[in-house]
T-cell receptor
């Protein structure tokens, strides 16, 4: 069965510190993986996606994620957090058929 | 610009009423989806449609209904049978078999008064 697990429902960092949001997946086929960001009262916006090309994927707003098959992970990072990065982040996996499987989400807090 | 338009942004429903949330996309995507999101919670799939005139139940379809008469439109009706309808509703779409990425509308808030 395919699944996505996001470790930590809440992550708090100081402004300027490294952001690390963790995502592990389970898939019996080569995965397509995504990170989305959601600001309050808005829809989900695509940050980046892995589709089997490069294992290090760069996205918008300075975020990047590294696909590690041996660890079944797709962690999201950003070298220096900004206040504007405070939001909810979702990891997702293209499932069988037309479904996309989402993690439970991680809320990022950025302290001044 | 291409995208997904949801309306209205905010909707209030009285007890026992049916309400319909609109979702229109001009991305020429085959598949469309409705998700429900409760405050502080993740996404739960209500219904999805792969092609016109066809749709399937998701994980929480009870109390909801949909139609897919046109490729660009996928309205969601929240019926009086849905006992706890207050939530944030997200419409999304994706290309056909070759598409991987799902794109979202801006969402609609439904509140029971």
């Amino acid at each position: 069965a395919q699944s996505v697990t996001q470790l930590g429902s809440h992550v708090s960092v100081s402004e300027g510190a490294l952001v690390l949001l963790r995502c592990n997946y389970s898939s019996s086929v080569p995965p397509y993986l995504f990170w989305y960001v959601q600001y309050p009262n808005q829809g989900l916006q695509l940050l980046l996606k892995y589709t089997s090309a490069a294992t290090l994927v760069k996205g918008i707003n300075g975020f990047e994620a590294e696909f590690k098959k041996s660890e079944t992970s797709f962690h999201l990072t950003k070298p220096s957090a900004h206040m504007s990065d405070a939001a909810e982040y979702f990891c997702a996996l293209r499932g069988g058929g037309f479904k996309t499987i989402f993690g439970a989400g991680t809320r990022l807090f950025v302290k001044a | 610009d291409g995208g997904i338009t949801q309306s209205p942004k905010y909707l209030f429903r009285k007890e026992g009423q049916n309400v319909t949330l609109s979702c229109e996309q001009n991305l020429n995507h085959d598949a469309m989806y409705w998700y429900r999101q409760d405050p502080g919670q993740g996404l739960r799939l209500i219904y999805y449609s792969q092609i016109v005139n066809d749709f399937q139940k998701g994980d929480i379809a009870e109390g909801y209904s949909v139609s897919r008469e046109k490729k660009e439109s996928f309205p969601l009706t929240v019926t009086s049978a849905q006992k706890n309808p207050t939530a944030f509703y997200l419409c999304a779409s994706r290309e056909g078999h070759s598409g991987n990425t799902i794109y979202f509308g801006e969402g609609s808030w439904l509140t029971v008064v």
